[in-house]
């Protein structure tokens, strides 16, 4: 991971810096080093903060209401559904 793809990501959680310096337990000025390129990324941080992003897509995926044309999807399937029933 980059550290482009590293503030990339930080920005998709809706997070700054020091929110992940918190959540880590590590230093302002070892994040923004990972941020700037001047340290490697560590794994381990590439890794939490990879497991940060698919649970919030499948947090969404998951609880966030569904929208109008998977509404309209989900009707039209058990509308055919319904006429195979009756069809059998």
Do not use: H
Not at 10 to 20: A, C, E, V, Y
Request: proline letters at 6%.
């Amino acid at each position: 991971m980059t550290p482009d793809e590293f503030k990339e990501g930080l920005q998709k959680l809706g997070w700054k810096q020091s929110d992940f310096c918190l959540a880590v337990s590590v230093s302002k000025v070892t994040v923004s080093n990972w941020c700037t390129g001047t340290v490697p990324l560590p794994v381990w941080a590439q890794r939490y903060l990879e497991l940060l992003l698919d649970l919030q897509s499948m947090t969404a995926r998951l609880l966030d209401p569904p929208t109008r044309a998977a509404r309209a999807a989900k009707r039209k399937e058990k509308q055919a559904e319904r006429l195979q029933d009756e069809q059998a």
